[in-house]
């Protein structure tokens, strides 16, 4: 943890939370868009240390989160097919579909093995050459380099027995979403650190230009979300809009090359519905004709639903920003992690989960 001690320094926190008071003379909105910032932002209390007038809202950058119910009854209808094992990340497991979650489906018989990498999917594969093997592929752009060459290689091993059930989903197209939207009421965004890691900057350019707001690529460490607001402030305060990058020791310009030519050589861009905020046109990856034989919505034949979500978790109009977790009237009682009614108090990245662990004593205590 040493290497991470200049990021967590407190006295250079109390002069940035000074300067950042120093500037802020009107109300200002801002979004993170990644479950990790969202996190930081909770453990360390740091609305709590920013002035008041200064709200923190959390934005759908968990990929758990987000992904849709009927991604997740997809999944357990194929993963209740006799002959598949259903190889998927531990955290989707509790995450509710329509009328059960994953772990339902293993009591009820499903083969699911849990992995911890996409290749380890592919040794379950070759170990398991007279069954069918699926691999659920969730995430952002983190996400879908690896997932890319887990299919190539697949591809190069020429197996047959093993699918992909795709639900990668993009982050410029939810941004551009949400400020689209009339109820949107954020002022600047901390930009996803990872994301543009992968991808670079130039997407965050184009939304800058068109939206006229803030946007500061930002780190997951404490200093790095302070130093992100503080950039956000600035640029209000002098009403000037662009796009900075805080988190220069891991984001470059163009960001990482080859792993952008393997998201182009096995996935098209495609519309995806997303949790809580319906379809977004152009805001998923699926896999292109190239790998259709790949597909496990085609070789089990589970595309086309289309199913209501739940009108007791407002974990919509959280991911939107218009709500706060503790507005949910089911929030730690009803819905806790141990007993989820949505996918944001399920994984360890989502809002609802945060709060749950970081604040629930402070918001549960007797005045
Ligand atoms: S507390 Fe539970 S029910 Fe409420 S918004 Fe969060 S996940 Fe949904």
Same mark, same amino acid.
């Given at each position: 943890? $040493?290497?991470?001690?200049p990021f967590r320094?407190?006295?250079?926190? /109390?002069?940035?939370?000074?300067n950042i008071?120093?500037? @802020?003379?009107?109300?200002?909105?801002i979004?993170e868009?990644?479950?990790g910032?969202?996190?930081?932002?909770l453990?360390?209390?740091i609305e709590d240390l920013l002035p008041?007038?200064?709200?923190?809202?959390?934005g759908?950058?968990?990929?758990?989160?987000v992904t849709?119910?009927?991604a997740?009854?997809?999944a357990?209808? #194929?993963?209740l097919?006799?002959?598949?094992i259903?190889?998927?990340?531990?955290?989707?497991?509790?995450?509710p579909?329509?009328?059960m979650?994953l772990?339902?489906?293993k009591?009820?018989?499903a083969n699911l093995?849990?992995?911890y990498s996409?290749?380890?999917?592919?040794?379950v594969?070759l170990?398991?050459p007279?069954?069918?093997?699926v =691999?659920?592929?969730?995430?952002?752009?983190? @996400?879908a +380099?690896?997932?890319?060459?887990l #299919?190539?290689q697949a591809k190069?091993?020429?197996l /047959?027995?093993?699918?992909?059930l795709?639900? $990668?989903v993009?982050v410029?197209?939810?941004?551009?979403?949400?400020? $689209?939207?009339?109820?949107?009421?954020?002022?600047?965004?901390?930009g996803p650190g990872h994301v543009?890691?992968?991808?670079?900057?130039?997407?965050?350019?184009?939304?800058v230009h068109?939206?006229?707001?803030?946007?500061v690529?930002?780190g997951?460490e404490p200093?790095?979300?302070?130093?992100g607001i503080y950039a956000c402030v600035?640029?209000?305060?002098n009403?000037g809009?662009?796009?900075e990058?805080?988190?220069?020791?891991?984001v470059?310009q163009?960001?990482? #090359?080859?792993a952008?030519?393997?998201?182009?050589?096995v996935f098209?861009?495609?519309?995806? /519905?997303?949790r809580?905020?319906? =379809?977004i +046109?152009?805001?998923?990856?699926s896999l292109?004709?190239?790998?259709k034989?790949?597909?496990?919505?085609? /070789?089990f034949?589970?595309?086309?639903?289309?199913?209501q979500?739940s009108k007791?978790? #407002?974990?919509?109009?959280?991911?939107?920003?218009l709500?706060k977790?503790?507005?949910?009237e089911f929030?730690?009682?009803?819905? @806790?992690p141990l007993n989820?009614?949505g996918? @944001?108090m399920v994984?360890? $990245?989502g809002?609802?989960s945060?709060?749950?662990?970081y604040?629930?004593?402070?918001l549960?205590?007797?005045?």
């Amino acid at each position: 943890m $040493e290497v991470l001690r200049p990021f967590r320094d407190e006295i250079k926190a /109390k002069s940035l939370i000074d300067n950042i008071k120093a500037l @802020t003379t009107k109300p200002v909105n801002i979004m993170e868009v990644c479950g990790g910032q969202t996190h930081t932002i909770l453990k360390y209390g740091i609305e709590d240390l920013l002035p008041e007038n200064i709200k923190l809202l959390h934005g759908p950058g968990c990929p758990v989160c987000v992904t849709s119910l009927e991604a997740i009854d997809m999944a357990i209808n #194929i993963s209740l097919n006799k002959d598949v094992i259903f190889c998927t990340y531990g955290d989707m497991l509790r995450v509710p579909g329509s009328s059960m979650d994953l772990f339902k489906a293993k009591a009820l018989g499903a083969n699911l093995k849990i992995v911890y990498s996409p290749l380890d999917a592919l040794k379950v594969a070759l170990a398991n050459p007279c069954k069918n093997i699926v =691999f659920f592929a969730i995430g952002f752009e983190t @996400t879908a +380099p690896a997932n890319a060459m887990l #299919i190539l290689q697949a591809k190069k091993l020429n197996l /047959k027995n093993f699918f992909v059930l795709c639900h $990668e989903v993009l982050v410029p197209p939810i941004i551009a979403s949400l400020l $689209e939207s009339k109820e949107s009421n954020v002022q600047a965004f901390l930009g996803p650190g990872h994301v543009c890691s992968v991808m670079g900057l130039h997407e965050y350019e184009h939304l800058v230009h068109n939206y006229q707001l803030p946007i500061v690529v930002t780190g997951f460490e404490p200093l790095d979300i302070l130093e992100g607001i503080y950039a956000c402030v600035q640029q209000l305060n002098n009403n000037g809009v662009r796009l900075e990058n805080q988190y220069t020791r891991a984001v470059t310009q163009d960001g990482n #090359i080859p792993a952008q030519q393997a998201i182009k050589d096995v996935f098209e861009v495609c519309d995806r /519905k997303w949790r809580g905020l319906g =379809f977004i +046109p152009k805001s998923g990856l699926s896999l292109n004709s190239q790998f259709k034989d790949f597909d496990a919505t085609i /070789k089990f034949k589970v595309d086309n639903l289309d199913i209501q979500e739940s009108k007791e978790c #407002i974990s919509g109009e959280i991911l939107r920003g218009l709500k706060k977790p503790y507005e949910c009237e089911f929030f730690g009682t009803k819905c @806790t992690p141990l007993n989820p009614l949505g996918a @944001t108090m399920v994984s360890s $990245e989502g809002a609802c989960s945060a709060y749950y662990k970081y604040r629930q004593s402070k918001l549960t205590a007797s005045p």
